[in-house]
């Protein structure tokens, strides 16, 4: 079962935005709006930061926001704080067979 | 507040086997679903299954289909993880993590992880 791709690394400067993409196939992200977005700072426990495509959980800042065209989500983080370098991680659902996927992750480095 | 409170650190070897708990409060366990997520020492994050326990519905992966069993017991409010016969590639932190309501993917909530390592 192939993970959803993601760039290994992104990078921005504080104030900066940044954008990670998610590419899956017609099979998971262009057949459902279920995709979530998670932060996972060094150490710590994975937050749900975006659901359905575009919904933030509430206390989730809206610098977070996400997107969804095809095949490919995205999460943007507008204004970038220093405590937003974490590890990024885009799911999406494949069907009741395969429930959900993840991909691979991408680590945000903020300079 | 809802929260999930997983079992501790398990040193175990290869062949063992092992079955690894998260208790749910705060909410009414059945009514939610709940799954469990691997991750590998510097590694991404993996979707292992879910199961819905108030009629024990249980997804899973199929990278993990038959390789481990979810269960829950409703009477204590605690979902399980088991393996039979445990390999060295199984060392990994496994986090159980409940959806958000009417969710159909998200998990909006997690337990604090249990590594479990496993010697060859």
């Known amino acids: 079962q192939s993970a959803l791709t993601q760039p290994p690394s992104a990078s921005g400067s504080p104030g900066q935005s940044v954008t990670i993409s998610c590419t899956g196939t017609s099979s998971d992200i262009g057949s459902y709006n279920y995709v979530s977005w998670y932060q996972q700072r060094p150490g710590k426990v994975p937050n749900l930061l975006i659901y359905?495509?575009?919904k933030r959980p509430s206390g989730v800042p809206d610098r977070f926001s996400g997107s969804k065209s095809g095949n490919t989500a995205s999460l943007t983080v507008a204004g970038l704080h220093l405590e937003d370098e974490a590890d990024y991680y885009c799911s999406s659902y494949a069907g009741s067979d395969k429930g959900e996927i993840f991909g691979g992750g991408t680590k945000l480095t903020v300079l | 507040e809802v929260q999930l409170a997983q079992s501790g650190a398990e040193v175990k070897k290869a062949g063992e086997s092992l079955k690894i708990s998260c208790k749910g409060s705060?909410?009414?366990?059945?009514?939610?679903?709940l799954g469990w997520v691997r991750q590998k020492p510097g590694k991404g994050l993996e979707w292992m299954g879910i199961?819905?326990?108030?009629?024990?519905?249980?997804r899973y992966s199929p990278s993990f289909q038959g390789q481990v069993t979810i269960s829950t017991d409703n009477s204590i409010s605690t979902a399980y993880l088991q393996w039979n016969s445990l390999q060295a590639s199984d060392t990994a932190t496994y986090y159980c993590a409940r959806l958000r309501e009417m969710a159909t993917i998200g998990f909006g909530y997690w337990g604090q992880g249990t590594l479990v390592t496993v010697s060859s």
């Open positions: 359905d495509v575009i």
């Open positions: 199961m819905y326990p108030a009629d024990s519905d249980a």
């Open positions: 705060g909410y009414n366990f059945t009514n939610y679903w």
